[in-house]
């Protein structure tokens, strides 16, 4: 799967689990139909090597309107952390952890907000092409949290310290060279037609 760490074919390892970690990160901050307004501290080392261009170490943080901070990094441990005026709570691929550990044991009442579970999202997505229910991971949700790496990918290749994102008309505002970077240009005889 080493296509993933060119440039022309993906965005290394920042996109790759960018459709994971950010996912959850936006779903459990209820922004999953929105996204940041601003990339900040945007750095990444990259490869001298020819073929693979993408970073292999990365750091950015995803200012949304709320001030709320997502930092996207490799220098973590993998998965999500939520930091709260009570202590954090971690979870990746089914492990959990928190300080402190009571955090572990609450019980979410009848009342609170109850995730949608999937232990199997291949059925759900058949299930949901014939209830015409929405899935645990609606195709819109996946655009915005990977937009996130996007911007931030764009936002390390170019250097830029800030990176503005009107995530209603998704859009990079006032940087034109960036926003350029939003597409690629298609290669001949393709095209995109509306």
Same mark, same amino acid.
């Given at each position: 799967?080493?296509?993933?760490?060119?440039?022309?074919?993906?965005?290394?390892?920042?996109?790759?689990?960018g459709g994971h970690?950010?996912?959850?990160?936006?779903?459990?901050?209820?922004? %999953?139909?929105s996204g940041p307004v601003e990339i900040v501290n945007a750095k990444g080392e990259f490869p001298s090597d %020819?073929?693979?261009?993408?970073?292999?170490?990365y750091y950015f943080e995803a200012i949304y309107r709320?001030?709320?901070?997502?930092?996207?990094?490799?220098?973590?441990r993998s998965?999500?952390?939520f930091e709260g005026t009570e202590g954090w709570a971690w979870a990746d691929r089914g492990i959990h952890d928190a300080n402190p550990k009571s955090i572990l044991q609450s019980k979410i009442g009848p009342h609170e907000i109850h995730l949608y579970e999937s232990r199997?999202?291949?059925?759900?997505?058949?299930?949901?092409?014939?209830?015409?229910k929405e899935p645990v991971a609606p195709?819109?949700?996946?655009?915005?949290?990977?937009?996130?790496?996007?911007?931030?990918?764009?936002?390390?290749?170019l250097?830029?310290?800030?990176?503005?994102?009107?995530?209603?008309?998704?859009?990079?505002v006032g940087d034109a060279e960036a926003a350029e970077m939003l597409s690629r240009p298609y290669r001949a005889p393709w095209s995109l037609r509306a």
């Open positions: 799967m080493n296509f993933r760490w060119i440039y022309d074919y993906s965005g290394g390892q920042v996109t790759d689990w970690h950010p996912d959850c990160a936006q779903w459990g901050m209820g922004t %999953e139909d %020819e073929l693979w261009n993408t970073a292999t170490e709320n001030g709320v901070k997502l930092i996207v990094a490799n220098r973590f998965g999500v952390t199997d999202h291949y059925r759900n997505f058949i299930d949901c092409v014939i209830s015409r195709v819109e949700t996946a655009h915005r949290s990977i937009t996130i790496c996007h911007l931030g990918n764009i936002a390390m290749r250097g830029r310290k800030s990176l503005k994102w009107d995530p209603d008309k998704e859009q990079i």
